[in-house]
């Protein structure tokens, strides 16, 4: 460890070794730092990623991919199953991954292009001259130490403080978290090839459970329940044990994995002057999955790329760091612009609802497994959502949706 | 002084606790949580838990 790098990032996730590996690439000296002693442990995820995202950072590797997911299976309160494949496309769906594997993967790539990686290693404040981020304060094993960047990017995570210490305000309000856990569990029985969710108040009040397939006879059942109906004495914990006793009793719990995902939507900024921050701790997860994998190495890659834009035309202001802001913004950021207009409709539903909009979707074929169509097939059977979601419409239907078909 | 109890045992490190206190009185040291005297009790961390680990101390 040097005390002076052109770019130090915190936090060795997803969005953090992609920045870091993007801009060692570039030619920067980098500094990857992880507070962890492993990198991509404990895991606070479903595992859930698209294929097709994920090749655009990383060429998939089988001692990463635990399962190779060609469908979904959606449940409506009263059962009703709403089933999407995607066969006929070439089983291009998704893959489950082993993330303790994958971090460490994607940390191994930083690596070898170039950046210096640590771990056990925590960022405690950030050093701030001239109302400019100059560098970060670290507490490696106890001993402190100051490490001069001329940019500090905060891939800290969903308990982000490198954020609130360059005064953008990032503390999550309980409507806009998931609150979630999640067991690893054998013998559930589960079809494999797909991913299961189940819908409704009372199992997961504004949330869904997920049954994500691990291999072999693996899964990842979890829930995730929106974090102003947590507490009063029932956690996303309780929930869990309700519906494995009740769905699953002879099932295996061979791991607990618990987290917060963000679901707030867009935050009102995520540079400063001398930092950005990326993932998690720029709040980029997707309101309506909750999936924050494939927006985090999308920002991670903007975010790399424009540090070394803004280094070498010697300017890391704020103003300067902007492109970053602007490229995300415009692609990863409308989608969550967009899965937040969905997520505020759907979480005021009663079962009732919910079990009406299952079963107008009941003999409809689906050939693809995005968002939109489903959405697509929503609209056509329930004009009332679709007056609730008009606002989609300006910015969707222009870009994505063609009613012509 | 300090304003809430985390279980050790209950608590799975995950910080979600952290990112919803509006203080910024937490901390995710490695594998524990750390409060500091800005804490006001508010009890969002202990609502929002995901194990229930915490309990705030009136």
Known sequence: MKNEYDVVVIGAGPAGSITAKTAAEKGLSVLLIEKRQEIGDPVRCAEGVSKVWLRKHIEPDHRWICADVKGSRIFAPDGTMIEMSEEIAGAEVGYVLERKIFDRALAYEAAKTGAEVIVKTRATDLIIENNFVKGVKVSHLGQSYDIKAKIVIGADGVESKVGRWAGINTAIKPVDIETCAQYLMSNTGIDQNYCYFYLGNEIAPAGYVWIFPKGNDMANVGIGILGNKSGNGKHAIDYLNDFVNDKYPDAKILEVDVGGVPVSGSIEKTVANGLMLVGDAARQSDPITGGGIINAMEAGKIAGEVAYNAISRNNVSADSLNEYEEKWRETIGREIDNSLIVKDTFTKFSDKELNSLGHSLKGVNFSSMSLLDLLYALFKANKKLLWELRVLFKTVVKYELDFEK | ?58
Not at chain 2, 4 to 31: D, H, M, Q, R
Not at chain 2, 34 to 58: D, R, W
Request: glycine fraction near 8%; charge should be neutral; hydrophobic fraction near 40%.
């Open chain 2, 1 to 58: 002084m300090v304003t809430i109890n985390v279980n050790k045992f209950k608590c799975g490190y995950c910080g979600a606790c952290v990112s919803v206190c509006p203080a910024g009185a937490l901390e995710l040291v490695e594998t524990w949580i750390e409060v500091n005297e800005l804490c006001t009790s508010c009890g969002i961390c202990a609502k929002i838990c995901p194990v229930g680990a915490i309990e705030v101390k009136k």
